[in-house]
T-cell receptor, first 115, second 116 residues
Framework: NAGVTQTPKFRVLKTGQSMTLLCAQDMNHEYMYWYRQDPGMGLRLIHY???????AKGEVPDGYNVSRLKKQNFLLGLESAAPSQTSVYFC??????????????FGEGSRLTVL | KQEVTQIPAALSVPEGENLVLNCSFTDSAIYNLQWFRQDPGKGLTSLLLIQSSQREQTSGRLNASLDKSSGRSTLYIAASQPGDSATYLC???????????????FGGGTRLMVKP
């Protein structure tokens, strides 16, 4: 049981390049989230999904796109990376609030540097 | 807008001491509150989750309490050990029926160091 797995764990990009972060969970969770963590800013929600085929904006969605084509996967895309997107990205998942408590489970993080 | 504050930002204690970490929030309309531990360079590990109807939750040497009316939660760690050294974060889930119920607000964390 792997829980929440993120790939890649590290990536260096040049300004303007694109990339996709993949999050996979094997707990059959309905809800999935992408956060970024920056020094002094704490954890901020980028986008989230409450089920397969659905996505919604979080607190800081600009510059990012997401897709949830399969229940177990949640992809975060950067179409044109900027230095301000240098951060540590965390994926999380939970059961829906109708099913259980909504306890969040996190991946190990993906460290992205944009030069 | 919900604001979550954790004081102190950093704490250093000798091994064996009992300690309390604080988490305060401004909007008492919460669904639940969750405490996490984060080791350097790692993800967040869930420690305890307290539903809004509960007053406390316990797991081993950890005890979390919730006082919704005063907007406070505490995480009590008994007989601290060097292995407890980490950053501890609390997160509040709002009591909302729509998708906004997924907009959790995190505190800035308390960085704990337990010295041998």
């Amino acid at each position: 049981n792997a829980g929440v797995t993120q790939t890649p764990k590290f990536r260096v990009l040049k300004t303007g390049q694109s990339m996709t972060l993949l999050c996979a969970q094997d707990m059959n969770h309905e809800y999935m989230y992408w956060y970024r963590q920056d020094p002094g800013m704490g954890l901020r929600l980028i986008h989230y999904s409450v089920g397969e085929g659905t996505t919604a904006k979080g607190e800081v969605p600009d510059g990012y796109n997401v897709s949830r084509l399969k229940k177990q996967n949640f992809l975060l895309g950067l179409e044109s990376a900027a230095p301000s997107q240098t951060s540590v990205y965390f994926c999380a998942s939970s059961y829906s609030l109708r099913q259980l408590t909504g306890e969040l489970f996190f991946g190990e993080g993906s460290r992205l540097t944009v030069l | 807008k919900q604001e979550v504050t954790q004081i102190p930002a950093a704490l250093s204690v000798p091994e064996g001491e009992n300690l309390v970490l604080n988490c305060s929030f401004t909007d008492s309309a919460i669904y639940n509150l969750q405490w996490f531990r984060q080791d350097p360079g790692k993800g967040l590990t869930s420690l305890l989750l307290i539903q809004s109807s509960q007053r406390e939750q316990t797991s081993g040497r950890l005890n979390a309490s919730l006082d919704k009316s005063s907007g406070r939660s505490t995480l009590y760690i008994a007989a601290s050990q060097p292995g407890d050294s980490a950053t501890y974060l609390c997160a509040v889930r709002p009591r909302l029926l729509d998708n906004a119920g997924n907009m959790l607000t995190f505190g800035g964390g308390t960085r704990l160091m337990v010295k041998p």
